[in-house]
């Protein structure tokens, strides 16, 4: 009786041990999920907000509302987006609102856009302690929904021109099936080239700093920039650097690949595993 008792006892021990094991794996198969996916989605953000950053930049250049050039004079270039409209009021002083309309279908390099990008601009661009609020009007690009508030304020000193760029109640959303994901946080961004010539296309940007992601159902990951982030601006997409994705009981990397070349690829891998690839847009 006692022999039939130690085994019922140990077989119900066995299957308890294996149940839990097999829970345990189910759960960390579920949470690399999630940080995959909340990984990709931050990546997503990331290339979206310096995209828009892009947009007002060139807006500025071509309307002399960068300032700060340390050599010759502003350039006008002169070829923005054709199929968006760009009102700035008032017409002289600051602080300005500009507003970049691209009506309901503004096709231009490959990218699709529509809706507005709204910006608030205290002084120059380039002046230290200006301060750049943008938020957005139904702005969608390449099936994208981006909503939220950027904040650029220009730290710049006699010797370094920088930004920190605050992002607030940031949410993108995927316009095809509906899924959105939420982030926030605060980045630093320093001009590592480009500094002393007026053109805007040999400019590069450091970018360090943290960020949280969440998915609708308020699962989050805590990101930080583990190796610099570059952005050229000719270039779309971020081209280089890492972040780093905090999950419960493992990590992702997130690799932007060589800052020299230009591309809308990077690559994704936990603990070490085999990366998966993430198309930024």
Not at 44 to 51: G, V
Not at 201 to 215: E, R
Not at 267 to 274: A, H, K, P, V
């Amino acid at each position: 009786m006692k022999i039939k008792q130690f085994l019922f006892a140990f077989t119900m021990l066995a299957f308890a041990i294996s149940f839990n094991s097999c829970k345990k794996a189910t759960e960390t198969a579920e949470e690399f999920e999630t940080t995959f996916e909340l990984s990709g989605d931050q990546a997503i953000a990331d290339n979206l907000s310096e995209d828009a950053g892009d947009m007002f930049n060139q807006v500025a250049d071509e309307n002399n509302l960068a300032g700060g050039f340390t050599a010759g004079g502003p350039v006008i270039v002169n070829d923005f987006i054709p199929c968006a409209t760009v009102t700035i009021t008032p017409a002289q002083g600051f602080p300005k609102t500009i507003v970049i309309d691209f009506g309901t279908n503004c096709v231009f390099n490959g990218n699709v856009r529509s809706g507005k990008i709204n910006i608030t601009l205290s002084d120059s661009v380039r002046k230290s302690g200006s301060v750049a609020v943008m938020t957005f009007t139904n702005y969608i690009i390449n099936g994208y929904k981006l909503e939220g508030t950027h904040t650029w304020t220009n730290t710049s000193t006699a010797n370094t021109r920088s930004w920190t760029h605050k992002t607030e109640n940031g949410k993108v959303t995927n316009t095809g099936n509906g899924r959105y994901w939420t982030h926030s946080g605060l980045r630093t961004v320093v001009q590592t080239a480009g500094v002393a010539t007026p053109a805007r296309l040999d400019d590069v940007f450091s970018i360090t700093g943290n960020h949280t992601v969440a998915n609708s159902s308020n699962v989050s990951r805590d990101i930080t920039v583990l190796q610099a982030l570059t952005k050229r601006t000719d270039c779309a997409n971020i081209s280089g650097g890492q972040l780093k994705v905090q999950g419960p009981n493992h990590y992702a990397v997130i690799d932007f690949g060589d800052p020299n070349t230009c591309d809308n690829l990077a690559t994704l891998s936990i603990d070490g595993r085999t990366p998966r690839t993430i198309i930024l847009r």
